[in-house]
C-alpha cells in the first residue's frame, strides 16, 4: 500500500493553518494535490488515509448485510412499496459513508475543495438522520405493520395491538402521523447549517458543536423506539422476542454512538503523545469505527423489526383501536428524501460559495507559492 504520489507530505507548520488538525505533526499532504495525487495518496500512509479506508470498506460491509433481507421467506419483491422506507434508509446510509471516505480522500486539492468535500459530508448525514426516521416509521413505529398477507406488495397499513401498553395515546399519535417525519427533516435542516457555520465561524469549539448538534435528530428520529421501549411490543406474545431484540441492537447502537463521540471531542489518543498517532491509530479513525458499527447494529434492529412484520402479516388492528398507520409511498419516502436533498443541496451551494470567497484567493496565492519551488 505504498505509492509514490509525487508530493511530499508535510508536517504542521509547513500547511497552512485550516489544514492543521489538533495533536496530529505530520503526515499532511499539501493542500494542491491533483485528482489523480488524491486517488493515489489512498495507497499512501497519510494522516488521511485510515479516515478513507474506515468509512470506504464499510459500504461494501453494509451493503452485504443489507441486501439478505430480500432473501427471507416470505419477503416481497425489492421494489414492492413495503421496503421503500429501507431503501431510503440504505442511500442514506451509503451516502454518507461514500461522502465522508471522499471527503477525506480528495480535501487536499484545494482549500475550497476541502471546504465543499466536508459541506457534502454534513448534508449526508443530516440525511442519514431522515432515513433513519423513515425507517423506524414504518417498521419499529408501534403501529407500523401490514394488513394482510396479500397487502405485503402494495402498502402496509396496520398494526397489531398485542397488549396493554401497545396502543398509543391519542396525543402521541398526532405527534408520529403528523409531526414526527417533518420534525426529522427540520432537525436535519437546523444540523447541516449548523455544522458548515462551524467551519467559518465557531472554530474554536467546532468538535464539541458538531457532536452535539447531531444528539438532536438522535433524541428526535429514536422517539418510535423510546415509546416501544417504554410501552412493550405491538406483536403477539408468541414475538415477543422482537421486542428484546431491538432493545438489544438499540443499547449498542447507542453505545458505539457515545464511544464515538467521546473520541470526536476528546481527540484522544493523539492528545497524549502528539505525532505518535499521526498516520494509524489517531482519534477520527476510531471515531469512525464506532460510528459505522453504531449503523451496523442499528440496521441488526431495523432488520429484527422488518422480520417480525414478515412473520406475523395476519395481525390486524382491533376495530375499536386508533386509526391506521399509513403505509409508504413514493411521496411519504422518497419524495421526502428527493425535498430534503433540494435543500441541501441549496445549503452546500450557498456556504461553497462563500468559502470561495473566503478561500479562493488564498488558494491561488499557495499555488503560486508552489510553482516557484518547482
Not at 396479500?150 to 398494526?159: E, K, M, P, R
Not at 489517531?282 to 440496521?299: G, R
Amino acid at each position: 500500500m505504498l505509492l509514490n504520489c509525487g508530493q511530499p507530505l508535510l508536517r504542521h507548520t509547513d500547511v497552512p493553518p485550516r489544514v492543521i488538525e489538533n495533536f496530529i505533526l505530520t503526515g499532511y499532504r499539501f493542500p494542491n494535490y491533483s485528482l489523480r495525487d488524491c486517488l493515489l495518496s489512498a495507497f499512501r500512509p497519510t494522516n488521511e488515509t485510515g479516515n478513507f479506508w474506515t468509512h470506504f470498506l464499510p459500504v461494501f460491509i453494509f451493503a452485504y448485510y443489507f441486501v439478505e433481507v430480500f432473501g427471507w421467506n416470505g419477503a416481497p419483491g425489492s421494489s414492492a412499496p413495503f421496503f421503500y422506507p429501507l431503501w431510503n434508509y440504505f442511500m442514506g446510509v451509503f451516502c454518507l459513508l461514500m461522502a465522508s471516505s471522499m471527503a477525506h480522500l480528495l480535501n487536499s486539492m484545494s482549500l475550497v475543495v476541502r471546504e465543499v468535500c466536508f459541506f457534502v459530508d454534513y448534508g449526508t448525514i443530516s440525511a442519514y438522520t431522515v432515513g433513519s426516521s423513515l425507517a423506524y416509521y414504518y417498521y419499529i413505529h408501534p403501529r407500523a405493520g401490514v394488513a394482510d398477507k396479500g397487502a405485503l406488495n402494495d402498502t402496509f397499513s396496520g398494526v397489531r395491538d398485542g397488549g396493554d401498553g401497545a396502543a398509543l395515546t391519542p396525543d402521541l399519535s398526532v405527534f408520529f402521523e403528523t409531526l414526527y417525519i417533518p420534525s426529522a427533516f427540520v432537525v436535519a435542516i437546523i444540523c447541516i447549517l449548523s455544522c458548515c457555520n462551524t467551519r467559518q465561524r465557531w472554530r474554536q469549539h467546532r468538535y464539541i458543536i458538531r457532536t452535539l448538534v447531531f444528539l438532536l435528530p438522535f433524541l428526535v428520529s429514536s422517539t418510535p423506539i423510546f415509546y416501544r421501549l417504554l410501552s412493550g411490543s405491538p406483536h403477539s406474545a408468541a414475538s415477543s422476542s422482537s421486542s428484546s431484540t431491538m432493545s438489544r441492537f438499540f443499547y449498542r447502537h447507542c453505545l458505539w454512538l457515545l464511544a464515538s463521540a467521546l473520541f470526536n471531542i476528546s481527540k484522544l489518543p493523539e492528545r497524549l503523545a502528539p505525532g505518535r498517532f499521526d498516520i494509524w491509530g489517531h482519534s477520527h479513525q476510531w471515531f469512525h469505527c464506532c460510528t459505522f458499527l453504531s449503523i451496523l447494529d442499528e440496521l441488526h434492529m431495523i432488520k429484527a423489526e422488518v422480520r417480525a412484520i414478515l412473520l406475523h402479516p395476519d395481525l390486524v388492528l382491533p376495530p375499536n383501536s386508533l386509526s391506521r398507520l399509513s403505509g409508504p409511498t413514493l411521496s411519504s419516502t422518497y419524495g421526502v428524501m428527493l425535498l430534503l436533498q433540494t435543500a441541501i443541496v441549496s445549503i452546500i451551494l450557498w456556504f461553497s460559495w462563500r468559502a470561495n470567497r473566503l478561500y479562493g484567493p488564498q488558494g491561488d496565492q499557495l499555488d503560486k507559492e508552489r510553482r516557484k519551488t518547482q
